[in-house]
């Protein structure tokens, strides 16, 4: 499993564009890069996936670029809900049984 | 579509005393089907996992065990509880995609 690092916290305003990026320079050709946010109480939930370039659904994007050494995860116009944990995985979808959670990014949205 | 549930919510027990905490998943069969804790303020533990009936592999030696009786039913049992043992305990299914969901969670306090 691909070792990831990220920043362990980060604070920004209602309504701004958030990134968060990823090391992973020991990505695997067969890994992709997975996203999952938690709230307080609450189990992980998986936001976004993607192998290369960019994925765009209706929480956010993930800008991957051509050497994939590295990720980011883009939240447009955040909110005081998306204060959260955000968590980076590294991994093959389908062959690896497990996944092991990082510490993750503590995102906190100031008003 | 699939449902997840997890029982008790909350749980607060003596040292010493067993535990017993069930999952069980609705909508789907052969889950892959997971065990984590998280402690106050940390991350993500991944306890056991299991592939299919029968099929336990344990990720922390502990004094927690897991079984998987039947295909969409997981339980995490202790014979003996420690102070240690307290935090919120998450269990979640997924297919080895990288994609879990996760439960409601019990939150455990060992007195």
């Known amino acids: 499993l691909a070792k990831t690092t990220q920043p362990i916290s980060m604070d920004s305003y209602e309504g701004q564009e958030v990134n968060i990026t990823c090391s992973h320079n020991n990505i695997a050709t067969n890994d992709y890069i997975t996203w999952y946010q938690q709230f307080p109480s609450q189990g992980p939930r998986f936001i976004i996936q993607?192998?290369?370039t960019k994925v765009t659904n209706e929480v956010a994007s993930l800008f991957i670029p051509a050497d994939r050494k590295s990720s980011t995860l883009s939240l447009p116009r955040v909110s005081l809900s998306d204060t959260a944990v955000y968590y980076c995985l590294v991994g093959v979808p389908n062959r690896d049984d497990k996944i092991i959670f990082g510490k993750g990014t503590r995102l906190h949205i100031l008003p | 579509s699939q449902t997840i549930h997890q029982w008790p919510a909350t749980l607060v027990q003596p040292v010493g005393s067993p535990l017993s905490l069930e999952c069980t998943v609705e909508?789907?069969?052969?889950?892959?089907l997971y065990w984590y804790r998280q402690a106050a303020g940390r991350g993500l533990q991944l306890l056991f996992y299991?592939?299919?009936?029968?099929?336990i592999s344990s990720e922390v030696p502990q004094n927690l065990s897991a079984s998987r009786p039947q295909d969409r039913q997981f339980i995490l049992s202790s014979k003996k509880l420690l102070l240690s043992d307290s935090g919120f305990y998450l269990c979640?299914?997924?297919?080895?995609?990288?994609?879990?969901?996760f439960g409601p969670g019990t939150r455990l306090t060992v007195t």
């Open positions: 993607g192998y290369k």
């Open positions: 299991s592939v299919g009936i029968g099929q």
């Open positions: 909508g789907t069969s052969n889950p892959n």
């Open positions: 979640a299914w997924g297919r080895g995609s990288y994609e879990q969901y």
